[in-house]
């Protein structure tokens, strides 16, 4: 993923703590090994609220400001990660529970984004937000789908955690890494 001159690629999302972080590593790595699925490697586990934008480097400190002063109006909530789930034929996700707090979270992130910052493309094809944490996908070849999902749909992940935070996630040009995380009000 190649950005211009003086333009970098982030995208904003929740990373969940420890353990449940390793946990979902560990899933990725599972459909690295057996599927030769390893495309979900190249971001740390997530759950997306704003898909990728570019950005100009040379502002990357106003972004981060923005996205610090939109934080520091949110209060912490659970979110319930509860098994897995799939969009055929290549994405293998676990579940993330119905959550009235987090729906209403990216509506909010997307609305400052396009009034403060100007970005537009907060969902996928302006499809509904659905929250979900990928562990394989877009190089899973579709014959080895079926055989990875039926290795994973009856498996159970089931974990809560406290949102405490969103991160902004920058390309370094080979993948993504977590460039700041802003804390959500206490």
């Not at 449940?20 to 057996?34: H, R």
């Not at 996700?93 to 537009?120: D, G, H, P, T, W």
């Not at 789908?145 to 992940?157: I, V």
Request: proline share 7%; with cysteine; aromatic share 14%.
């Amino acid at each position: 993923m190649k950005s211009r001159p003086g333009i970098s690629k982030y995208f904003i999302a929740i990373v969940p703590p420890s353990p449940i972080y390793e946990s979902a590593m560990l899933w990725k790595e599972f459909f690295k090994t057996n599927f030769n699925s390893k495309a979900a490697l190249h971001s740390p586990p997530h759950i997306t609220l704003h898909m990728p934008f570019e950005w100009k480097t040379s502002k990357e400190e106003s972004l981060m400001e923005a996205l610090n002063n939109f934080s520091a109006s949110i209060q912490p909530f659970e979110i319930h990660l509860n098994n897995f789930g799939c969009f055929p034929p290549k994405v293998i996700f676990i579940q993330v529970m119905e959550n009235k707090l987090l729906q209403e979270l990216q509506a909010s992130l997307s609305r400052f984004c396009k009034r403060e910052l100007n970005l537009f493309n907060a969902n996928r094809l302006d499809k509904p937000f659905h929250p979900h944490l990928t562990v394989a996908f877009r190089d899973l070849k579709k014959p080895d789908f079926q055989n990875a999902w039926t290795q994973a749909k009856d498996k159970e992940f089931n974990q809560l955690f406290s949102c405490r935070d969103l991160s902004l996630l920058k390309h370094n040009g080979k993948e993504w890494e977590v460039k700041t995380k802003f804390d959500f009000s206490n």
